[in-house]
């Protein structure tokens, strides 16, 4: 039986770890995308004050 | 004027894909969680295999991802991206995102078939043609994001990991018909085996079939996910690309002004 749950925790945890992987590297991602999305906005009221 | 302006809006995700992301990644949890529950505590232990055979309701589920759904769905996105009539960088992220989840896949496959392969055979690896053709597997698609990685234009990017996506796909066939085609110390398939005659019957079966279905639903989240990844690397990216141009114009609009002074 010790085969049979290393197997399990092995295979899981390496699928749980590359899931909170991706989700990691989604939200750091969606974060930069707001950051440059939202500095485009700052600048746009800027060119349209001049 | 800021890089991604005007050139690729911001690519925002409709409530309704977040949520599709949501409600697949919970059935996928809730779909893993029965699964290891069946194949730990429910199910019998084999007349011949003893308790070894629980393993069977994870490796040959992750092996069906790698194998048919992630490097085969690599494979027809790679073929519709050099398709002319179907080109379009969508395939390109698809058959990336496929490939990155099918390597992980890949390896949970090495490694549970090892761990059943030790206290079965007696040794951990043999090369045998089933794991070989795998490990040949793991290490062409290996070789497929190590392509993406070098720095080249988008369409150039797509079209040559299109190929080398063909070319590695080429062996999911050989993976696949190897215990038939060798003596192979690999057992042959369960369930698509050449008369499509299950050997697998009642809570095993079904349990079999369950991990089959979980770890496809763990597959389509992963690939939801890693292709949302794709998209915004690749707005970002192409945002980093148009400042470096703007910045290399401007050196140059600056070395004009110096001549003509």
Redesign the interface.
């Known amino acids: 039986?010790g085969?049979?749950v290393?197997?399990?925790s092995?295979?899981?945890s390496?699928?749980f770890l590359?899931?909170v992987q991706?989700?990691w590297?989604?939200r750091r991602?969606?974060r930069?995308?707001?950051r440059?999305?939202a500095?485009?906005v700052g600048?746009?009221g800027q060119?349209g004050g001049r | 004027m800021s890089p991604n302006q005007g050139v690729h809006p911001a690519p925002v995700q409709s409530p309704r894909a977040r949520l599709t992301v949501r409600v697949v990644g919970i059935a996928a949890a809730v779909g893993v969680a029965l699964t290891v529950w069946l194949g730990l505590w429910v199910t019998p232990p084999d007349q011949v295999q003893g308790n070894l055979v629980r393993l069977v309701y994870l490796h040959p589920g992750v092996a069906w991802v790698a194998l048919y759904l992630a490097f085969g769905l690599a494979a027809v996105a790679s073929l519709l991206y050099l398709w002319p009539r179907t080109r379009s960088l969508f395939w390109d992220r698809l058959a990336a995102a496929a490939v990155e989840v099918g390597v992980v896949f890949n390896v949970c496959t090495l490694i549970s078939g090892s761990i059943w392969g030790k206290p079965t055979w007696g040794v951990y690896w043999a090369w045998d043609a089933r794991l070989t053709s795998t490990a040949v597997l793991l290490v062409l698609f290996l070789g497929y994001l190590a392509l993406r990685r070098v720095p080249a234009e988008p369409e150039v990017r797509a079209k040559r990991s299109a190929f080398v996506a063909l070319f590695a796909s080429v062996d999911v066939p050989i993976v696949h018909f190897s215990v038939l085609w060798w003596k192979t110390l690999h057992q042959g398939a369960t369930v698509l085996n050449p008369d499509l005659s299950p050997t697998i019957h009642g809570s095993m079966a079904w349990t079999l079939l369950l991990s089959f279905v979980a770890l496809s639903l763990v597959f389509v989240w992963m690939l939801l996910v890693r292709y949302r990844i794709g998209v915004l690397e690749d707005w970002l990216g192409s945002g980093e690309l148009d400042v470096a141009l703007r910045e290399r114009q401007a050196e140059g609009m600056i070395d004009d002004e110096d001549e003509a002074a």
């Open positions: 039986m085969y049979v290393a197997g399990y092995i295979v899981l390496i699928l590359y899931g991706l989700a590297r989604r991602l969606t930069a995308v707001e440059v999305a500095s485009e600048h746009d060119a």
